[in-house]
């Protein structure tokens, strides 16, 4: 597929990173695991935590489906025009969970990082599926940025709930 020429290594280097960092969340969940559960955790848990992994899966699929041999644009367009939607659905989703838990109060660099800035990358995946028979090279620009994007949103997410829980939530000896 001529139009996918040249972004092999993007995505193999993206979709390694993604799944890489998906292993050290799971290291790193199961290292906290033992620290005593504060009030309302597990609804904090799935506006905060769970969404990290949830991005860097996204990346990994993201990077799986256009590495894929196509014979045409039209079914890698319809898979991340539908990743994107289903991104966007899942962050009002998340929005909903940062408003309604109560273990944490966010402020404005959670609301960027948790909720618009991800909305952004997935909206812009599904706008992106839209224009890509058009403008296939800015079509396929846009999926990168966005990859990247949920990428350092999730590796920021991933050290803020880290530092967090090792600084704020741990019990004082």
Same mark, same amino acid.
């Given at each position: 597929?001529?139009?996918?020429?040249?972004?092999?290594?993007?995505?193999?280097?993206?979709?390694?990173?993604?799944?890489?960092?998906?292993?050290?969340?799971?290291?790193?969940?199961?290292?906290?695991?033992?620290?005593?559960?504060?009030?309302?955790?597990?609804?904090?848990?799935?506006?905060?935590?769970?969404?990290?992994?949830?991005? #860097?899966?996204?990346? &990994?699929?993201? %990077? !799986?489906?256009?590495?894929?041999?196509?014979?045409? @644009? $039209? /079914?890698?367009?319809?898979?991340?025009?539908?990743?994107?939607?289903?991104?966007?659905?899942?962050?009002?989703?998340?929005?909903?969970?940062?408003?309604?838990?109560?273990?944490?109060?966010?402020?404005?660099?959670?609301?960027? #990082?948790?909720?618009? &800035?991800?909305? %952004? !990358?997935?909206?812009?995946?599904?706008?992106?599926? @839209? $224009? /890509?028979?058009?403008?296939?090279?800015?079509?396929?620009?846009?999926?990168?940025?966005?990859?990247?994007?949920?990428?350092?949103?999730?590796?920021?997410?991933?050290?803020?709930?880290?530092?967090?829980?090792?600084?704020?939530?741990?019990?004082?000896?």
């Amino acid at each position: 597929m001529p139009a996918l020429t040249g972004w092999e290594n993007f995505y193999v280097i993206v979709g390694s990173s993604a799944g890489a960092l998906i292993g050290l969340q799971f290291v790193v969940i199961t290292l906290i695991a033992d620290n005593p559960v504060i009030r309302d955790m597990e609804q904090a848990s799935s506006a905060f935590a769970t969404p990290t992994i949830v991005h #860097f899966s996204a990346v &990994l699929l993201l %990077a !799986a489906v256009i590495s894929m041999p196509w014979y045409g @644009l $039209t /079914a890698p367009g319809i898979c991340w025009g539908l990743l994107g939607l289903a991104g966007v659905i899942y962050e009002i989703v998340v929005a909903w969970r940062m408003r309604s838990q109560t273990a944490y109060s966010p402020e404005f660099e959670d609301l960027l #990082f948790h909720f618009l &800035l991800p909305f %952004a !990358a997935y909206g812009t995946l599904a706008v992106s599926a @839209l $224009t /890509a028979a058009a403008h296939i090279r800015n079509a396929l620009f846009a999926v990168a940025v966005a990859a990247l994007l949920l990428l350092f949103v999730g590796i920021h997410n991933a050290w803020d709930g880290v530092t967090y829980h090792v600084f704020v939530s741990r019990p004082k000896h």
